[in-house]
C-alpha cells in the first residue's frame, strides 16, 4: 500500500514539475516577446530620422511624378502606377529597421508630416489618410509571424498588401471616372502590385543592407540579426 502511494505520489509530483516547467516557460517566453517587442527611446529616435528622410523622398517624387506619369501614360494609360510604390516603402521599410508593432504607422505618419510642411501638393486629409491606410496594411504578414520573420517573402507580400489597398484606394476616391474592370483599371492593378512588390517589397531589403553596412543599425534588433547572420573569419 505504502510502495503505490509513493508511486502515485511520485507521479503527481512528475506531472507538477512539467506542469511548473510548462508554466515557466510560456512566462519566459511571453516576457521576452514583451522585451522584443517594446519600444525604447533609441527606436522611437530612428524611427523619427527613417520619417524624416522618407519625407524629403515624398517631397521630391511629388514633382519627378509628373513628368514621369505623362511619359508612362503616353505608353500606356495606367501604368505610371508602377511607381506609385515611392511613396509608400517606408511602411515595410520601417518594419524590417525597427522590428516593433506600429513602426509602418509611425514612420508613415512622421514622413507625411515632413513632405507637408516642406510643401505638397497634396490635401493633408488625403495624404495623412493613405499613410495610415499604408501602414496597417505594410504591419499585416508581419503581424501575422508575430513579428518574428523578416525575410524577402515576407517583405514582398507586405509590399503586395499596401499595393492592393492603395490601387483600389485610387479607383475608389481618386480615379472615380475608371472602371475596376475597364483597360486602364486593369492596367493601373497590375502595375500598381508590380511597383508594390519591386519598390516596397524587394526596395527596403537591399536599403536595410545598405543601411547596416554604415554601422548605424548595429544596436537594433535588425542590425544584431544581420550580425550574426554573418560567417565568422
Partial sequence: MSVQQNNHSSNR???SDRFGRSDRSVSAASVSDETRL???PLDIA?????????GVIFWGFNFAYMPISSFLGAVLPGLASVTHAMWYFSGTLAVLVLRKPGAALYVNVVGTLVETVIGSQYGIGFVIVSALLQGVFAEIPFFLTRYRVFNLPV??????MVAIEYGFYLLFFR?????????????HLISEVTGGVVLSGVMPWFLMLALAATGVLDRLASGRALLRARPQA
Fill in 13 to 15: 509530483s512528475d506531472r
Fill in 38 to 40: 517594446k519600444w525604447r
Fill in 155 to 160: 517583405l514582398i507580400a507586405s509590399g503586395a
Fill in 175 to 187: 480615379y472615380q471616372g475608371v472602371a475596376i474592370a475597364s483597360p486602364r483599371g486593369i492596367v
Fill in 46 to 54: 530612428v524611427g523619427a530620422t527613417l520619417g524624416v528622410a522618407c
